[in-house]
């Protein structure tokens, strides 16, 4: 039952791992802007949060497919996929392609990094707003208010 509960948090508290940790990236990738040789990392956050909560991109919402937990009764139990209980899967990250050449062999556009950055930001305040909403929510039917 209380599962039934925290699904949806659950979910959102996945995508600001995934947040933070894109924000992480292009914090790095901006401070990297003249660092001679350096690439630009980032990765897909749609393919990060389905792989994150076990789900398969299916066009469909992914706060009404079912998923499977297994049950943990110790710290150094495994999940499905062989990491340990409690942590976070870390997404596959790839290289960002240089829109114009330099001659130090940089990939960082510091423009695309910028905009990036921005709409992350957006985009993360934006699910802290949607847990606080929903805690607030689950508060209220607790209190009976």
């Given at each position: 039952?209380?599962?039934?509960?925290?699904?949806?948090i659950d979910?959102?508290?996945?995508a600001l791992?995934?947040r933070?940790?894109?924000?992480?990236l292009?914090?790095?990738?901006?401070a990297?802007?003249?660092?001679p040789?350096?690439?630009?990392?980032?990765?897909?956050?749609?393919?990060a949060?389905?792989?994150?909560?076990?789900?398969?991109s299916?066009?469909?919402?992914p706060?009404?497919?079912?998923?499977?937990?297994?049950?943990?009764?110790?710290?150094?139990?495994?999940?499905r996929?062989?990491?340990?209980?409690?942590?976070?899967?870390?997404?596959?990250?790839?290289?960002?392609?240089?829109?114009?050449t330099s001659?130090?062999?940089?990939s960082v556009?510091?423009?695309?990094?910028?905009?990036?950055?921005?709409?992350?930001?957006v985009?993360?305040?934006?699910?802290?707003?949607?847990i606080?909403?929903?805690?607030?929510?689950?508060?209220?039917?607790?209190?009976?208010?």
């Amino acid at each position: 039952m209380l599962n039934r509960l925290t699904d949806s948090i659950d979910f959102q508290a996945q995508a600001l791992t995934l947040r933070s940790e894109r924000q992480r990236l292009i914090a790095s990738n901006i401070a990297n802007a003249d660092t001679p040789g350096y690439t630009a990392k980032d990765f897909k956050f749609s393919e990060a949060l389905s792989q994150a909560t076990g789900q398969k991109s299916s066009g469909t919402s992914p706060l009404a497919m079912p998923r499977l937990q297994m049950a943990t009764t110790t710290a150094g139990q495994m999940n499905r996929d062989g990491s340990a209980a409690g942590s976070a899967p870390k997404p596959e990250l790839g290289y960002g392609t240089a829109s114009m050449t330099s001659l130090d062999n940089n990939s960082v556009d510091m423009d695309r990094e910028r905009a990036n950055f921005a709409d992350n930001t957006v985009r993360y305040e934006a699910t802290l707003r949607f847990i606080n909403g929903q805690m607030k929510t689950l508060t209220t039917a607790i209190n009976g208010q």
